[in-house]
């Protein structure tokens, strides 16, 4: 069941019976025209058809007004003629509209508009006596009892808040009377069920929420405190505001809900601290007007620091009197729609003048309170004016107050008074009555709705589609900011524009004067923003505007301010030490200009050279009996592959291509075998030159030089035989390496498979093996330059090298992995080149006496 509703209707029975009881009892007794009346300011002008303003022109004060006595008044007293002057312009914009629309000779000809002012102070109390009054009409505030003879009043404007207009609603509802009001739009005076005789003129505000955020995100305010009234209207802009703000990663940091009326003790200290206390160094204030009242008043007493406002138009300033408190509100943007002005409104103003209106008594008490002086009302033409100069006019009350008189409620007034011109004149030619009819029937007045919801109140034009419902129109939002100035002088200047539905925002920020807590543009974020090279990380049971700033890994940027997560660099790019952009990585290989590339190459080309050298040594000592005892051939063959051997090493230097990938492993495996078999050929030749001493022993026939050359060729050709079924399988091809090196992409050599890699080398670590195992056996065999000796040094040199190799190659990457088997293959060559022939170098070349046939046999027989 919906109570609302239900009580409602129990309310519209009760007033309807009360007005039935109310008018028996007059009928019975004395007759209620000729009872005097309770006190209540109006003013009224005739004419054919009249329209009732039921206005808050000044507030809360005492109904009677008394001469120089303003005390009733808290504003009056204070003497701020702005606030009184926005009030009192509603019944300015009153006059001016009925006057124009009178002069009109095409809208309602021959019908004169009139309209009759009632002041309900803005107390809901009052807005319901006055519309009893304009009921009643002359007399006492009789229900459904008029003392006029003819009830001329067609329509009403009044509310200037939702609530002064739902106080007067059910009362005009039981007579089907169109209430336009002029207040803020309110959600809850939008249901028809409830107040099907209510026209909001104020903009829906559909878009506010959208405005907002843009504003929000161009200043990076994304952490922000938000004030609503508590209402409908309050929770709807809520629901919209959050969902928006969560879209664009903004957060709100808290809500509070402003009450009509601070009743618990320190319940306005405590709600005041909440907001104080608050991180968030920004404050959205929105609500109905009498929310935003209460906030206003509050911060008259109490000083509002550290903080930035941004608002709505609904928000009077000139509420605020006390000149101290306004640095509460200097500095705040205020969102108000975009309104076209009124032509010729502001002369009219300067016109008015009490004077031309002597029967205006709301126009003569604003004139004494803001000129500080008194009229007399001796006659009611010719004024004795004590202390009114006779050129006093609005002109001088404050041309900053001129300048921005057209507010959103006057021009909301003077739109409804148009609206109900046009649909009357619409309703006259379509019903063909005369004006006379209307004013002897008032009660057709229920015949405007449907000629109100179908009349456009800015061009007059009828809308033939009306009955499908009401179109949402394109808002716009101008950003004004207000400045509270030495001399009490209040300034709302404009600042910037929005129109949210095409986000589309224009601010002049060299124009915004900031509060004074703020020397420049306030920053209101939960978190420090994360700046480049860095990402946000949420934290838990926090708002995603808190979190924490992570760098980015490596291989990964951001380049943007809070990013939620890092963007991978492309391959062929890598991240800069601030990890902030990708930049392109540089094509590198072990080149001969490097330093690394020209020492190994120098070393390289240095061994070759003594290699050589040592070769020639042995070709041009071929005769001498030293050279001769170590097999001279295999010498030859040994010092020409560690030549070559040394020389392969320069085919991993350089850039790498196909044919050198398919080359340098293979021609390094083929002549190291080489070299690895000469050594295994001549151990095996010192070891059995010793076993075949005897004349008739059967190992003589296998010391001859072919058998030598035979193992070299068989041991070669297995070699040959593994790295043909190499390159005949998965052969080694030219890749580019983007992972060993973080800025670099590496081009190098892959070794394809890697099993048959590793056979390669396996089979020179055997040969090698066999090799020092037969030299180790035969160390101490009675030769008289060892060469065993020097035999088995040389393979544990090798060995060593080769066994140390293997996991430096799998544990390094890039130009470093190829440095690595450059290394491996000189130090292993001339650890063989060393180990070998230096001493017989040494003998050939500083020993020339001890390279004897004598001492040679000397020392092979002890």
Known sequence: MDFGKLGLFLFRLFVILIFQFSFFEYQMGEQPCHLKRHYNPNYRKAGHIVIEAFLSLFWKGQRKIKKRDFSWSPVWSMGNPEYMLKHYQHFLTVQFAVDEINKDPHLLPNVTLGYQLLNNFHQSHLAVESSLIWLSGKGP???????????????AIGGMSSTMSMAMAPLLDVYKVPQLSYGPFDLVLSDESQYPYVYQLGSRESTLHLAAVQVMLHFGWTWMGLIISDDLRGAQFLRDLNEEMASNGMCLAFTEKVPENFLKENEDINFLSRILQSSSNVIFIYGNTDAINEISHLLKYYAFSGKMLVTTSSWDFSTVASDSKMTNFHGTLIFSQFRKGIPGFTDFLRSVHPRANPEDIFLKTFWEVVFDCTLSEISPVDMVHRGCHENFSFAQVSPLYLDK???????????????????????????????????ANPLLSWKLHHFLKCVNPVTGIKDELCGDGPSMTAEKYDILNFRSLPGSIRKQVKVGEVIPHEKELRIYEEDIEWPEDFPQIPSSTCSVACGPGYRTQSLEGQPTCCFDCTLCPDGKISNKTNAEECMQCPEDQYTTKEKDRCLPKTVTYLAYEETLGMILASAALCFSI???????VFVIHRDTPIVKANNRSLSYILLT??????????????????????????????????????????TITVVLAFRATQPESKLRRWLGSSVSYFLIFICTLIQMGLCGIWLGTYPPFLEKDIHSEASFIVIQCNEGSLVTFYCVLGYMGFLALVSYALAFLARNLPDTFNEAKYLTFSMLVFCSVWIAFLPAYQSTKGKAMVAMEIFSILVSSAGILICIFAPKCYIILLRADRNTLEILKNKSNP
């Open 141 to 155: 505030t009789i229900p459904n009892y008029s003392c006029d003879r003819q009830h001329k009043s067609m329509v």
């Open 610 to 616: 003594l290699t050589t050298f040592v070769l020639g």
């Open 641 to 682: 592959s560690l030549t070559l051997c040394f020389l392969s090493s320069l085919l991993f230097l350089g850039r790498p291509t196909t044919a050198i990938c398919l080359l340098r492993q293979t021609t390094f495996a083929i002549v190291f075998t080489v070299a690895i078999a000469s050594i295994l050929a001549k």
């Open 405 to 439: 008189i057209i507010m959103e409620k006057s021009s909301n007034i003077y739109n409804g008074v148009y609206l109900f011109a046009r649909a009357l004149h619409h309703m006259l030619q379509t019903e063909g009555k005369d004006v006379s009819e209307l004013a």
